[in-house]
């Protein structure tokens, strides 16, 4: 359809040019015109498409600004010369402008409607945004972290990231649904949370299609952290350089921490991967591995711990029974 509306706009001003012929001393020079108007539209249309609306002001702010600093400039100059038109002056416009020009481009990412109407309020320019990734939501822990104070400030949900909750709440499988509701029930309670402001924006990347790699973007342009529990999210934002806020590393962080030689009481539940051995876990979900424990399951145990080992996945603990 595109392609059929800028044919029909080249064959328009065409013909408008050739109307212009008695204008013009050659006869096809009216034609030639309106076809390189024509083509120039078609340009500036494809070339704006593909650049985000940001950008746009952001050159356009960088290069008046470079004007502006430009005449400020060369004015005394002026005043003293008495000659505003000279090359010297011309060159400097020029160069002030095109630096304005291309630095308003490389720092329209940090632009954004939010950011323009958070200066016109007074906010302050250095608040620390933290966006909320839907997994984290749906998780729920974030929100008692926040009841305990620890955590407070500016919460970021984008609309995108709303639309994946309800996406999740409303699908037809009774699981996911459940998810959905409590993620949608836990920014609710965030809402009410003293100390704790939830912005809701409308900031969005079309040309992206995954939700995590625009949770990314908005990131980098907003200067915030991502806060989620996807291992795979947590690795992409660090790669782009985005400070990750992970609610798994957190709660490993303040596990209690346990010493080699130390005595515990557990509950051996089941067997291990290897031969004879048991495995219990700890109040805060903390794997303990008892070796020879087979015989225990089912039973409380008084084990001694031999040594903790710390994954990617948390924390382990391998204990041997306390025979003494």
Same mark, same amino acid.
């Given at each position: 359809?595109?392609?059929?509306?800028?044919?029909?706009?080249?064959?328009?001003?065409?013909?408008?040019?050739?109307?212009? %012929?008695?204008? /013009?001393?050659?006869?096809? &020079?009216?034609?030639?015109?309106? /076809?390189?108007?024509?083509?120039?539209?078609? !340009?500036?249309?494809?070339?704006?498409?593909?650049?985000?609306?940001?950008?746009?002001?952001?050159?356009?702010?960088?290069? =008046?600004?470079? #004007?502006?600093?430009?005449? #400020?400039?060369?004015?005394? +100059?002026?005043?003293?010369?008495?000659?505003?038109?000279? +090359?010297? #002056?011309?060159?400097?416009?020029?160069?002030?402008?095109?630096?304005?020009?291309?630095?308003?481009?490389?720092?329209?990412?940090?632009?954004?409607?939010?950011?323009?109407?958070?200066? !016109?309020?007074?906010?302050?320019?250095?608040?620390?945004?933290?966006?909320?990734?839907?997994?984290?939501?749906?998780?729920?822990?974030?929100?008692?972290?926040?009841?305990?104070?620890?955590?407070?400030?500016?919460?970021?949900?984008?609309? /995108?990231?709303?639309?994946?909750?309800?996406?999740?709440?409303?699908?037809?499988?009774?699981?996911?649904?459940?998810?959905?509701?409590?993620?949608?029930?836990?920014?609710?309670?965030?809402?009410? #949370?003293?100390?704790?402001?939830?912005?809701?924006?409308?900031?969005?990347?079309?040309?992206?299609?995954?939700?995590?790699?625009?949770?990314?973007? =908005?990131?980098?342009?907003?200067?915030?952290?991502?806060?989620?529990?996807?291992?795979?999210?947590?690795?992409?934002?660090?790669?782009? %350089?985005?400070?990750?806020?992970?609610? %798994?590393? =957190?709660?490993?962080?303040?596990?209690?921490?346990?010493?080699? @030689?130390? $005595?515990? $009481?557990? +509950?051996?539940?089941?067997?291990?991967?290897?031969?004879?051995?048991?495995?219990?876990?700890?109040?805060?979900?903390? &794997?303990?591995?008892?070796?020879? @424990?087979?015989?225990?399951?089912?039973?409380?145990?008084?084990?001694?711990?031999?040594?903790?080992?710390?994954?990617?996945? @948390?924390?382990?603990?391998?204990?041997?029974?306390?025979?003494?």
């Amino acid at each position: 359809m595109k392609n059929i509306v800028r044919i029909l706009i080249i064959c328009l001003f065409t013909a408008a040019g050739w109307g212009l %012929n008695p204008d /013009f001393d050659s006869p096809y &020079m009216g034609p030639l015109f309106g /076809f390189l108007v024509s083509i120039s539209i078609i !340009f500036l249309e494809v070339f704006f498409a593909k650049i985000r609306i940001a950008k746009i002001i952001g050159g356009i702010l960088g290069g =008046l600004s470079g #004007i502006v600093l430009a005449t #400020i400039i060369t004015f005394p +100059f002026k005043k003293i010369t008495g000659d505003s038109n000279s +090359f010297v #002056i011309a060159a400097i416009n020029a160069l002030f402008a095109y630096t304005g020009l291309l630095t308003g481009f490389s720092k329209s990412e940090t632009l954004s409607i939010t950011g323009i109407l958070k200066h !016109f309020k007074g906010e302050g320019a250095y608040e620390q945004l933290m966006l909320l990734d839907s997994s984290a939501v749906i998780d729920g822990r974030i929100a008692d972290v926040c009841d305990t104070g620890f955590l407070d400030g500016i919460f970021v949900v984008p609309q /995108f990231i709303l639309q994946e909750l309800q996406h999740v709440a409303d699908s037809p499988d009774a699981m996911k649904r459940s998810r959905g509701r409590r993620g949608l029930d836990v920014l609710h309670r965030i809402q009410k #949370i003293s100390g704790i402001t939830l912005r809701i924006v409308d900031d969005d990347f079309p040309k992206i299609k995954e939700v995590d790699a625009k949770l990314v973007a =908005l990131a980098r342009m907003m200067d915030g952290k991502i806060v989620t529990n996807d291992f795979n999210l947590n690795k992409v934002a660090q790669v782009q %350089n985005v400070n990750v806020l992970n609610i %798994n590393d =957190l709660a490993n962080a303040v596990k209690p921490v346990v010493l080699p @030689g130390e $005595k515990m $009481k557990v +509950f051996v539940m089941k067997t291990g991967k290897e031969q004879n051995q048991g495995v219990a876990y700890m109040e805060d979900g903390t &794997m303990v591995v008892v070796e020879n @424990g087979k015989t225990l399951i089912g039973k409380e145990a008084d084990v001694i711990v031999t040594s903790v080992l710390q994954t990617t996945a @948390g924390r382990m603990i391998f204990a041997r029974e306390d025979n003494v």
